[in-house]
């Protein structure tokens, strides 16, 4: 048998959702505000590591400020009453007594993060690393000012059995419109890719809001 018919072919692309126009004007605006308001308390994003949480700016560079003060149980509420619909287009379920993980995200000029998964499962690139109460849903919200000053920082999703796509076939990438909300399966291999941000402003990035399903273990 030839190394090419041995060899495993990439798989389809995973299952994904995309709602737009997630929020309400006023719950958008207030969202914003309080990013601004709130930009020195942003810190640089980490790294889950075998000896804990590191920062690694080859990996991952971008803000992260995981308070959401006073809007949090609204953004919690909103994206728990989603899951229903999410869960059902992505084909999988989530139990009920899920717990959520939120994240604010703020990606400046030449933020990035390269291709990961937001899921540690057991393999041989992991042994012994298996996630307590993993991942099982990822969902992405999407906001900035308008006009929009930022470009790039799609969210590129692989294939299945895609480590690096050699060509467009390999990915689908998801724009960082404003008010829009993306999900997928928290295993599916993902990278996000460069912005740029020409003023360099902390108003003028491009903001998220980083939300996990986690399955509850006994």
Request: aromatic share 10%; glycine share 6%; with cysteine.
């Amino acid at each position: 048998m030839s190394a090419s018919a041995s060899s495993a072919a990439p798989g389809p692309m995973p299952p994904s959702s995309i709602i737009d126009d997630f929020l309400d004007a006023q719950t958008h605006r207030a969202l914003l505000d309080y990013v601004i308001a709130n930009e020195g308390r942003f810190e640089p994003a980490t790294l889950h590591r075998p000896t804990g949480m590191e920062v690694d700016t080859a990996i991952r560079d971008n803000l992260k400020l995981s308070d959401l003060g006073p809007l949090r149980d609204e953004m919690v509420k909103r994206f728990s009453a989603a899951l229903p619909r999410l869960a059902s287009t992505l084909g999988t379920t989530v139990p009920a007594d899920s717990r959520l993980e939120l994240e604010l995200t703020a990606y400046g000029d030449g933020a990035f993060y390269h291709a990961h998964s937001d899921t540690v499962l057991p393999g041989k690139d992991n042994p012994g690393q298996v996630e307590r109460d993993p991942r099982l849903l990822s969902a992405v919200y999407y906001f900035h000012r308008r006009p929009k000053a930022f470009d790039g920082g799609a969210l590129r999703l692989f294939r299945w059995g895609v480590s690096e796509p050699s060509d467009a076939a390999d990915y689908r990438d998801f724009e960082p419109t404003d008010n829009r909300l993306v999900t997928f399966l928290s295993w599916s291999r993902h990278e996000v890719m460069p912005v740029r941000c020409p003023s360099r402003r902390f108003e003028d990035y491009r903001f998220a809001i980083n939300c996990w399903f986690r399955v509850l273990l006994p």
